[in-house]
């Protein structure tokens, strides 16, 4: 087949694949334990749900405006908003998920012969987004004994008089590190200092372990510790809202317009029943503060039993500690043997052998590495390291 170069070397999300392979499986009655997704366990909170079905029993079920329903813009404006640090309503964009963000930011902001620095380990979808803009990925990866953290000396030895862009996540996906402030601040320095755009993806930036229940952000450094960026979050992970489909960027509005006109070419707007949701979702902030912090207490207490678990029955295979989000990054190197050979080999061996779905570290930039979802039952937690560790002896 002769296809578009646009596409030429594009790749399926590896993550879904896993996931539907496994889901595959289930349906053919395969006892099948998936921690491959990522995506909560947790059904959206009903009140949240009900404002959809309430709006769609008004009749809110037409095009919105291409950045999304003006009320909600100015929601999430307040939503983000602190002390003297107010965002301005015209520089959110609503999306279709936070994936459609940050295809926005990446076909907006850079083209052929851009190079676009991404932090490795990365989510599947960075390079391929990059990619379909017809730039370049560019890999920026840190000292694993700073769990891959990266710091401006890093990035200078990659960068180059084409780097255009940087793109991170905090906390990450597939790893769970967190940046400090001061970590995030140097990063943001060098990309102001070097006029790079900074596009800092904050999706999983409520489910945190720390202190305050909010991980670091680029909204919490000082004006001038800025330079040009783009702040990508969502309702999907931390509200439980992952089908719904409800992402936003934050920029400048003069940027902000044109990311809204890429968006009206492509799906008009994010739909307009799930606008309601996060508008609910946005405006009750005391209720969804409980909400988040019920499911973070969930997910905090299930990282500290998997990493227990592998303590106690995996200590042969080393981990990243989970600061944030709901994954466990394991090592599965020292379980390369003749014909398993990487890590993808190694998962497709645990799926057949012990009937545990997890992601191989290629899908993230990190060929060392499997990622385990942490986003399920205690005892499916128990039950899928007991398999993993009866398996590998």
């Not at 392979?21 to 289930?26: G, I, P, V």
Request: proline share 6%; charged share 20%.
């Amino acid at each position: 087949m002769d296809l578009s170069p646009n596409v030429a070397s594009i790749q399926p999300s590896a993550t879904i694949a896993v996931s539907s392979l496994a889901k595959r499986l289930m349906a053919e009655g395969r006892d099948i334990l998936n921690l491959s997704t990522g995506e909560p366990d947790f059904d959206t909170p009903g009140w949240i749900s009900d404002a959809a079905m309430q709006g769609i029993r008004e009749g809110r079920t037409r095009y919105t405006p291409s950045p999304g329903l003006p009320e909600l813009r100015a929601a999430i404006a307040r939503f983000l908003s602190t002390g003297d640090r107010v965002v301005d309503p015209a520089g959110v964009v609503v999306s279709s998920g936070a994936k459609q963000s940050l295809f926005n930011a990446c076909f907006s902001l850079f083209g052929p012969g851009d190079d676009v620095l991404i932090a490795t380990p990365y989510w599947t979808s960075y390079p391929e987004i990059v990619g379909l803009a017809r730039a370049n990925p560019v890999f920026a990866r840190g000292a694993e004994e700073r769990d891959f953290r990266l710091t401006p000396d890093e990035l200078e030895a990659v960068a180059t008089p084409a780097t255009r862009g940087l793109i991170f996540s905090s906390p990450c996906n597939p790893t769970g590190v967190v940046y400090s402030l001061d970590e995030l601040r140097a990063v943001a320095e060098w990309a102001r200092d070097r006029g790079v755009w900074l596009i800092s993806d904050e999706i999983y930036r409520h489910i945190y372990f720390g202190e305050g229940g909010e991980a670091p952000g680029i909204r919490d450094l000082s004006p001038t510790s800025l330079g040009p960026q783009v702040l990508i979050d969502g309702a999907s992970k931390s509200f439980a809202m992952t089908g719904w489909r409800v992402g936003f960027s934050v920029t400048t509005p003069e940027l902000a317009s044109t990311f809204s006109a890429v968006q009206s070419h492509m799906t008009s707007n994010a739909a307009t029943p799930s606008q309601m949701a996060a508008l609910a979702a946005y405006t009750d902030v005391g209720r969804t503060r409980e909400d988040v912090a019920r499911m973070r207490d969930a997910f905090h207490r299930r990282r500290d039993l998997v990493v227990r678990l592998f303590d106690e029955k995996l200590p042969g295979l080393s981990y990243l500690r989970p600061e944030g989000a709901f994954y466990l990054f394991f090592r599965v190197d020292s379980l390369f043997a003749e014909g398993r050979e990487s890590a993808g080999a190694v998962c497709s061996w645990i799926l057949n052998e012990a009937g545990v779905a997890v992601v191989p570290g290629e899908a993230f930039g990190a060929p060392e590495f499997a990622r385990m979802s942490f986003a399920a039952s205690d005892a499916q937690i128990e039950e899928a390291v007991r398999r993993i560790a009866a398996l590998v002896g």
